[in-house]
């Protein structure tokens, strides 16, 4: 009970200082989540013992470029695709090549460097800066992980990736998915995104089974590293890596869903 209780304060601030910085400004939010990736890079390169500065002037200078308005708009298909096929591979090799040695070098660009800056880059995805947009996919995040746990924590038995994750549950993953689409229809009325609400109901949908899949993944690395945790800053949760590993995978999904329209 006590590691419940410190691992949802910890959620909860972690989870206010998002969306305040959302609330202030793009500004704001972009430093702040350049900030958070970079603490997650750090860590993922640790696991991967691949210590490297330049996936960080990468980051820097895409998030300056966003910023600034400086980024032509076919620079973002280039970054997007590879990091698309990227992450196909990654689940590829979780599930179906468990032994795999993975290209590791790309990983610290295709995988957090790109997944990171479109984490950013999704409010401005239609031109000016949309607070409820990202508020909804941030939202719909937390409550599959937090869903998942609770209820893989307390009822989970069939396991559901048990040689990459023995924690993780088939419970826990529908118990996610069900809570998205339930509950969608409530954060579509409550923050009134400037979206359809169909467009909200696939979020629901496709964000459970993308966070999962990312969970899985920083699962895989932690394993062949070695080690339980990313880190140890974030108390109940381990690192940032650890706390972050869902949304920067979902992250060019969204994107990429929101340049189709």
Request: glycine share 6%.
């Amino acid at each position: 009970m006590r590691e419940l209780y410190i691992r949802s304060f910890t959620g909860i601030l972690y989870s206010l200082t998002i969306i305040a910085c959302l609330i202030i400004g793009p500004l704001a939010f972009s430093i702040l989540i350049f900030s958070l990736s970079c603490f997650a890079l750090f860590e993922f390169q640790r696991l991967i013992n691949k210590i490297n500065l330049f996936p960080y002037l990468i980051l820097g200078i895409l998030t300056f470029g966003l910023l600034a308005k400086k980024i032509p708009l076919f620079i973002f298909s280039i970054i997007l695709i590879p990091t698309l096929i990227y992450q196909v591979l990654l689940i590829n090799w979780v599930i179906k090549t468990p032994n795999l040695k993975f290209s590791i070098p790309l990983s610290s660009y295709v995988y957090f460097v790109f997944c990171s800056f479109f984490l950013i880059a999704i409010p401005f995805a239609k031109g000016n800066f949309d607070l409820k947009l990202m508020l909804i996919v941030f939202i719909l995040t937390w409550l599959n992980n937090s869903s998942a746990y609770i209820i893989g924590k307390n009822f989970g038995k069939n396991k559901l990736l048990p040689k990459v994750s023995p924690k993780k549950s088939w419970e826990g993953f529908w118990a996610g998915l069900i809570s998205c689409i339930v509950l969608s229809p409530v954060f579509f009325y409550l923050i009134k995104p400037n979206l359809s609400f169909a467009l909200i109901f696939i979020f629901s949908i496709i964000i459970p089974i993308l966070a999962t899949l990312g969970d899985l993944i920083q699962s895989k690395f932690k394993r062949t590293a070695g080690v339980k945790d990313s880190g140890s800053l974030l108390p109940g949760h381990g690192g940032f890596y650890d706390r972050m590993d869902s949304i920067i995978f979902v992250s060019p999904w969204i994107y990429f869903l929101l340049s189709q329209l």
